[in-house]
């Protein structure tokens, strides 16, 4: 077996050294330093990620099974001591650092993140610490070097690391995994020692390959791991490199694959939202979604499920109209070259950015809450703004419509056009509309540019709001503007407003299912586009006959390889039982198992309830033969949830709930009439 530590003695002295500075305190930092040390990022908007090492020799294939991919060795239960002889067959001997850096910029892309040790724990440099790293290989070259000086002398990119907290291979790190118990016990494993070696590997990467821009940490998501662990881990990284980036993955908050901390005072710079992109923009955070081309990270021969680069191109531009980065990942072969798909899509983008790249770089969140026809981003000028309209869907009639937008024009074109032609732009009630050719120029997204007098004036459609979409008897619906001098007119059957609708002067009540509409206007003209939203009148759900007389829930335990959740009805439970509530307690192993609980549940009163299931994997919640809850799928800890009317009395419920790998929890909740939001107690369950 490959040694943890390859020189003791240096070892000794290196994790001494970190250990001790691990007390360090990063340097209080105003707004505007903070600012400052992120503002590269910002402009960047696009980055490539590189998810690449042994895992990439067995190319997602193990005992017949073609669906794996960086997580291969845990997810196919290989064996440290069969994984570890991927060493002897790793030898990319067609890497070119120069060539790799050259993709990435034609690309468009403004800095590289890469995997400088994933959960494997094999280090991709030459790592004095460790003899499960590169020079172990045939390759015997350090990566990390060579694509540093790629980057230096190429310029205008910036080197990133991507580092896991999580190691599957060194012998202080806690957890264990149960199907390697036998394979690599945890006796003596001393997880503040692992630390400390993590540390020295860090110290080496900050210390030995230049300024970087991101340390992208990773794998934090296990109990071993803890906020405190983190702000000492981001203080350290910052104490040998003050400008350096650092995620908040760094810390022990985030917020599952949504990618936010839960925490505003948690560790790290930006979010990182994984493989899904915000529904909405975030004032006053610093975001990134990573998002792979295919279906896997690292390489696999057999993943041909490439998103179309049309598809990519719209994700960019969706990314940074909300105020985010993009972090698109590539996951190299064993022999070190990017598969020919990834290729062909990062040309296509970089075709697309060399044109349009103006209207990325640099750019803040559009100012419109949703636009028809695609995106929005803007830069401001020195006398106003300038918007670049993303146009995916190009409109049949000619028109372009921005609602709402009140400032003067000055001045449209296409962004591609070299000459700059002017399109006519003119306004129509609220909206100012600009004529544009019969043909989008760019099918994926053609880019309008709409330069602005002034501050932006943008004015949003009206603020609905109610208790819930659901009601049993009556609803009072709340229409609002932040705008002044802002009267609101709203109908009742989904139809736009006008000046003869009635006139909103306070809560309106609801007796019946509406389709809610509402607009602003000002001095009798319009000055907003409408606003909707869809009010149901519900019949509760009728309480059971049955009384329970048995307190808990019953529950069936299976154990199985599972990526969502699994028909229950032709499993065989490996245990049964009862439990108080909601319990994975009973479980007879941390990995590879799934709950199945029924009972009944109490509702205090008639009304509309919500229910909520927090898990990690996947989740859901049934009353009666209606499925409330769906949280099913891989993810973190991740919480969703659901309405339904129901009568006061006993009522049928059912949790399912499933843990493939990593960390598992179970958490389910509900709130009513009277009733905040709380963990479903004891008290209410029966069996």
Not at 193 to 208: D, P, S, V, W
Not at 543 to 563: I, L, M, S
Request: hydrophobic fraction near 40%; proline fraction near 6%; aromatic fraction near 10%.
């Amino acid at each position: 077996m490959i040694r943890s530590f390859r020189r003791t003695a240096l070892a000794a002295v290196l994790l001494l050294a970190v250990l001790g500075s691990a007390g360090l305190q990063a340097q209080l930092e105003t707004q505007a330093r903070h600012d400052a040390r992120l503002q590269w990022w910002r402009e960047a908007r696009f980055g490539m990620f590189i998810h690449w090492g042994l895992y990439a020799v067995p190319a997602g294939e193990w005992n017949g099974k073609t669906i794996y991919g960086e997580w291969i060795r845990n997810n196919a239960h290989i064996p440290l001591a069969v994984y570890d002889k991927f060493l002897e067959k790793f030898n990319p001997v067609k890497f070119n650092a120069d060539e790799w850096v050259r993709t990435a910029k034609a690309a468009g892309m403004k800095y590289i993140v890469i995997t400088s040790k994933h959960h494997d724990g094999f280090a991709l440099w030459d790592s004095k610490v460790s003899d499960f790293d590169v020079m172990a290989t045939p390759f015997k070259r350090d990566i990390l070097k060579e694509l540093s000086e790629a980057c230096r002398k190429q310029g205008g990119i910036r080197l990133c690391f991507y580092h896991s907290i999580m190691d599957w291979h060194h012998s202080d790190y806690l957890p264990r995994r149960d199907w390697e118990v036998k394979d690599r016990p945890a006796a003596g494993a001393n997880f503040d020692r692992y630390i400390g070696y993590m540390k020295a590997q860090l110290k080496e990467l900050i210390t030995n390959y230049g300024p970087l821009g991101v340390l992208w940490f990773d794998g934090e998501w296990e109990a071993t791991w803890t906020e405190a662990y983190g702000r000492d881990l981001y203080k350290y990284v910052r104490s040998l490199q003050p400008d350096i980036i650092i995620n908040n993955r760094v810390g022990a908050s985030r917020s599952g694959m949504e990618g936010f901390s839960q925490d505003k005072e948690s560790a790290g710079d930006f979010g990182t939202p994984e493989q899904t992109i915000p529904a909405t923009g975030l004032s006053g955070l610093d975001w990134e979604t990573c998002m792979t081309m295919n279906d896997n990270w690292g390489y696999n021969s057999r993943d041909k499920a490439f998103k179309s680069a049309q598809s990519l191109l719209r994700m960019l531009a969706d990314i940074a109209s909300k105020g985010g980065n993009y972090l698109l990942n590539v996951g190299p072969t064993a022999e070190g070259v990017f598969p020919p798909e990834s290729i062909a899509r990062l040309k296509e983008i970089g075709a697309w950015m060399s044109l349009n790249g103006e209207s990325i770089y640099g750019t803040q969140a559009s100012p419109f809450k949703s636009l028809a026809w695609g995106r929005c981003t803007r830069k401001a000028s020195a006398d106003g703004t300038r918007l670049y309209l993303h146009v995916f869907n190009w409109p049949a009639d000619g028109k372009l419509v921005l609602p709402g937008l009140y400032n003067k024009p000055r001045k449209a074109f296409l962004l591609a056009d070299p000459k700059q032609a002017a399109l006519n732009a003119a306004r129509r009630e609220d909206s100012l509309v600009i004529g544009i050719p019969a043909a989008s120029p760019d099918p994926s997204d053609a880019v309008v540019v709409l330069d602005v007098a002034g501050p932006l004036d943008v004015n949003d459609p009206p603020e609905i709001k109610a208790e819930a979409p659901l009601f049993l008897e009556t609803l009072d619906v709340s229409l609002a503007s932040p705008r002044p001098d802002i009267e609101i007119r709203y109908t009742l059957d989904g139809s736009t407003p006008t000046l003869s609708s009635p006139l909103a002067k306070g809560a309106v009540r609801l007796n019946d299912s509406a389709v809610v509409t509402a607009r602003a206007f000002r001095r009798g003209r319009p000055v907003s586009g409408p606003a909707s939203a869809k009010f149901s009148k519900a019949a509760a759900r009728p309480a059971e006959t049955v009384a329970p007389k048995k307190a808990g829930v019953d529950f069936r335990y299976f154990q199985g390889d599972w990526n969502a959740l699994p028909d229950f009805a032709g499993l065989k439970p490996v245990r049964t039982g009862s439990a108080a509530a909601f319990d994975i307690g009973p479980k007879l192993r941390k990995e590879n198992y799934a709950f199945e609980y029924k009972g009944w549940i109490r509702v205090p009163k008639d009304g509309i309830y919500a229910f909520f299931t927090e898990s990690d994997d996947g989740s859901a919640l049934d009353i009666g033969e209606a499925r409330v809850v769906d949280n099913d799928g891989p993810h973190g800890m991740a919480e969703k949830q659901g309405l339904i009317a129901l009568a006061a009395g006993w009522h049928p419920i059912r949790v399912v709930y499933f843990n493939a790998t990593g960390s598992d929890g179970l958490k389910v909740s509900w709130q009513g009439p009277g009733l905040a939001k709380q963990p479903v107690p004891a008290a209410a369950l029966a069996r």
